[in-house]
């Protein structure tokens, strides 16, 4: 299985990166010009929560839980030098639903960060990565 990702410079330092099933994303360095996009390094972030998210809901609905909600914050540390590596990440997942189990919770994360998430797998080679959770009742 392969994967790909086009990225166009469109200005100044503005970028449009494109994968391969067509969905585009607005990238741009954080000066002056350019506030419109997201940090390169911040795609990072997003796309360890993306995975994730995507496989807990799934999981979670297959087991019948009734989750009203999902949110994951996520917190990295960067090396304050070039390149800027990311060194410690932190993953705070808020889950909202009625009569959620938590054991249903711990093991769909548990699952999702051993076994599904490809971006997890790739970071865990390299950087430290925490979790933690909490489940919000909704009446």
């Not at 494109?18 to 969905?23: A, I, L, M, R, Y």
């Not at 090396?79 to 993953?91: L, M, Y």
């Not at 093991?107 to 959770?133: N, P, Q, R, W």
Request: with cysteine.
């Amino acid at each position: 299985m392969a994967a790909s990702a086009r990225i166009q410079w469109v200005s100044k330092g503005q970028f449009i990166g494109t994968d391969s099933s067509k969905h585009s994303v607005v990238m741009s360095t954080q000066d002056e010009e350019n506030g419109v996009g997201m940090k390169p390094s911040d795609l990072l972030l997003v796309a360890l929560g993306g995975c994730s998210s995507v496989d807990v809901v799934n999981i979670l609905r297959k087991k019948r839980q009734r989750l009203t909600g999902l949110e994951i914050d996520i917190t990295g540390e960067q090396d304050p030098d070039p390149p800027w590596a990311f060194r410690k990440i932190h993953v705070m997942y808020t889950l909202r639903g009625r009569g959620l189990s938590e054991k249903a919770v711990a093991d769909a994360i548990e699952l999702v960060e051993d076994k599904y998430c490809s971006v997890k797998a790739t970071l865990d080679k390299v950087v430290e990565i925490y979790t933690e959770y909490r489940i919000i009742e909704e009446g």
